[in-house]
């Protein structure tokens, strides 16, 4: 694909473009994405599709049966599953989402027949994100540039702090009215989500009003989370955005999703204000889930 045809606007979509990887002006074309949305959408990209499949074929099958206690959320390392009892909340919202999940890290604790492939949809996504960081860091104007404590894909260099979750969003009875996840917007730097096996992911434009991502088999989502936007100066903006209540027709249905978030080091300087680590406990605080 030539540069000029580097964006492909899809009307199903609102404005939000659909970037080809591969093309000569993606990055230019993510990073105005970014800019203007807070999220790029993006096909061709190298996330190895049919893993993702079998992440989200068998970890539903494992949510069914149900996660072993020993694999039981740790409310210090925050790894582990989370049942639905335990989910977060949105800031400032008192209902939980109605979601339980599977937060997995490098060094943390995983199921050992599913362990392989979070463990290779990580490593490749991590290539991936340092990309597409390099793509904005390349791309912020010098004064922002130069305010960085240190280039952006260097951030997340042997850090610990990065994080797969394995979403579940159950089946919603006809009784039952609650979120899938209420408005927030993310804590890390990027986002990294490989598309779901339904609809829902919807953000919030600058005038208040809602779009739906359109949720294509092949495609990559990527938002800017809050850390980012701390790094920035607010020159990128972290948007609100959620997964909307099912309609009447996909309510019976479940839906996977599975999130990279992509985190500094804790010892990172984001601003004068935070490191990393600092503005990730004061949003754990936040969350309720510490």
């Not at 989200?56 to 020993?70: D, L, N, T």
């Not at 960085?148 to 894909?153: A, I, K, Q």
């Not at 809050?226 to 249905?253: K, N, W, Y």
């Amino acid at each position: 694909m030539t540069a000029n045809r580097a964006v492909v606007l899809d009307k199903a979509a609102a404005q939000l473009p659909l970037i080809d990887f591969t093309s000569e002006g993606a990055p230019d074309a993510f990073f105005n994405s970014l800019k203007t949305y807070g999220f790029a959408t993006l096909m061709s990209h190298p996330l190895d599709m049919a893993r993702v499949s079998r992440i989200y074929s068998e970890w539903r099958a494992q949510f069914s049966q149900g996660v072993p206690s020993g694999f039981a959320m740790d409310p210090i390392d925050q790894d582990g599953y989370f049942a639905l009892d335990n989910a977060e909340s949105a800031k400032g919202q008192l209902v939980r989402d109605f979601k339980e999940y599977f937060q997995f890290y490098r060094w943390g604790r995983c199921p050992s027949h599913l362990k392989a492939d979070l463990e290779a949809h990580f490593s490749d996504s991590l290539d991936f994100s340092s990309t597409l960081l390099r793509w904005v860091a390349e791309r912020l104007p010098t004064d922002i540039a130069a305010s960085l404590s240190m280039p952006l894909e260097k951030m997340i260099e042997n850090s610990d702090q990065t994080m797969l979750r394995v979403l579940h969003y159950p089946p919603v009875g006809a009784d039952i009215d609650l979120p899938r996840a209420a408005a927030h917007e993310d804590i890390n730097l990027l986002t990294i989500l490989p598309a779901s096996n339904g609809p829902g992911l919807e953000l919030q434009l600058t005038d208040g009003s809602w779009i739906e991502v359109v949720n294509r088999p092949s495609q990559v989502v990527v938002n800017i989370g809050d850390m980012l936007q701390e790094a920035t100066d607010g020159f990128l903006r972290s948007t609100t955005h959620r997964v909307a209540t099912p309609s009447q027709d996909q309510a019976q249905s479940g839906r996977m999703s599975l999130p990279l978030f992509l985190h500094p080091r804790p010892d990172v300087v984001l601003s004068p204000r935070y490191t990393a680590g600092t503005y990730l406990a004061e949003r754990l605080r936040e969350l309720s889930t510490t």
